[in-house]
């Protein structure tokens, strides 16, 4: 009978084992998960500043030929202040646009960071249940070896001291 409990025991700890195991396995693929899901925002990101950017230098050039053409048509020449303030707008359109892609590369940055967070959280998680499954199998291992060895299982029964030595 008491080997039948030494069974259960060697189950139970490699039933243990394998949870532990399992359990860092799927930490380690979510966080992987959450790594290129990171990515992908960040490509998002940077897609959708792209189309930003596009559509406000679009309107700037509408709005640049809307203004030429209004010095135009009022006779004036693009000299002098005319010039001067077509000048600001285009150094104004391009620091905007500027703007636009540096704001979505700084999101992008956090996106990334926060994926490669992730990736490393899965990664250490996985590590360390894999430890904590090969802790489980010595812990069973030596348990089930020190009872085995106290019942003389493994040859002679040790003997314990008692007080009335």
Request: hydrophobic share 40%; proline share 1%; aromatic share 6%.
């Amino acid at each position: 009978m008491a080997v039948a409990g030494l069974i259960i025991a060697a189950v139970g700890a490699a039933i243990s084992a394998a949870g532990a195991a399992q359990q860092s396995k799927y930490q380690k693929s979510m966080g992987e998960y959450q790594s290129k899901v990171s990515a992908q925002n960040a490509q998002q990101v940077m897609d959708q500043a792209a189309g930003e950017e596009a559509s406000f230098r679009k309107k700037a050039r509408a709005q640049w030929g809307s203004n030429i053409a209004g010095i135009g048509a009022s006779g004036m020449r693009m000299q002098g202040s005319p010039l001067l303030i077509m000048s600001e707008f285009e150094a104004e359109t391009e620091k905007e646009a500027g703007n636009i892609t540096s704001g979505a590369l700084s999101r992008a940055g956090d996106y990334m960071t926060q994926g490669s967070m992730y990736g490393a959280a899965g990664k250490n998680a996985y590590s360390q249940g894999m430890m904590g499954a090969g802790a489980t199998l010595l812990q069973g291992a030596s348990s089930i070896y020190g009872t085995g060895a106290q019942k003389g299982y493994w040859g002679k029964a040790k003997k314990t001291k008692t007080n009335n030595s």
